[in-house]
């Protein structure tokens, strides 16, 4: 699958109507410019990497390893090892709503990793026995192995089964359009110009409710600005 940007996808869910579900702005990308996209491969971290080692167990190249470990800030709940099984195992990448350590190692093994940045120290709590919890809460936002995860220095994105397909092709008109915008800027033709916003400004002083989005979907014009 072609890489979607998530502005592009957080975009096309607003436009159609479909549930906006974000990762926290705190959790940022370890290595910039490392895109990545997957299905999630889910798991609460309890205070062991062995719910991290059992999930990254069986799953399919190409996953998304997605922790929840409360955001805490009081540890750092995976580092150097967990993240090179994971590339080992064929993961396309990390989230974690938490900690990571080992940041120079992890830059060096080159697991793209969102995390809410670094702790030296590991857990140092007493982790209760049993499965591993096989889902995540992000702040809220429930992640679990339905969902397809795309992430990049934007952010990350979550989307579920339900309308994925229209979502994705949306956002991929999007990107479409903002490219050929963006190319007839470079060529010298002024977004202003593009949109007509002389036009539009005129027309909302006789129709003060007219919206800019309003304007250039009435005359068929491209509206991702």
Known sequence: MTLLPSAAVADACVRL????????????????????????????????????????????????LVVDNGGRDDEACLGDLIVLEAARAGFAGIVVWGRHRDT?????????????????????????????????FLDGIAVSDDDLVIADDDGVVFLGPDRRREVLESAA???????????????????????DFDGYLAARASDPTLTLRR???????????
Do not use: C, K, N
Not at 29 to 49: D, E, K, M, Y
Not at 173 to 195: D, H, N, Y
Not at 215 to 225: F, S, T, Y
């Open 104 to 136: 120079a190692q992890l830059r060096e093994i080159g697991l793209p990793l969102h995390s809410t940045g670094a702790y030296a120290a590991g857990p140092r709590r007493v982790p209760p026995a049993g499965s591993p919890m096989r889902s995540a």
């Open 17 to 64: 109507g479909v549930p906006l579900r974000l990762a926290p702005a705190g959790i940022v990308p370890v290595i910039p410019g490392a895109p990545f996209s997957g299905s999630a491969r889910a798991v609460t971290h309890l205070g062991s990497v062995d719910v991290l080692l059992q999930t990254i167990d069986g799953a399919p190249a190409g996953s998304v």
């Open 173 to 195: 008109r999007i990107v479409e359009t903002e490219t050929a915008q963006a190319e007839r800027m470079r060529a010298g033709e002024s977004l202003r110009s593009q949109l």
């Open 215 to 225: 304007h250039l979907d009435e005359r068929g014009g491209a509206i991702e600005v």
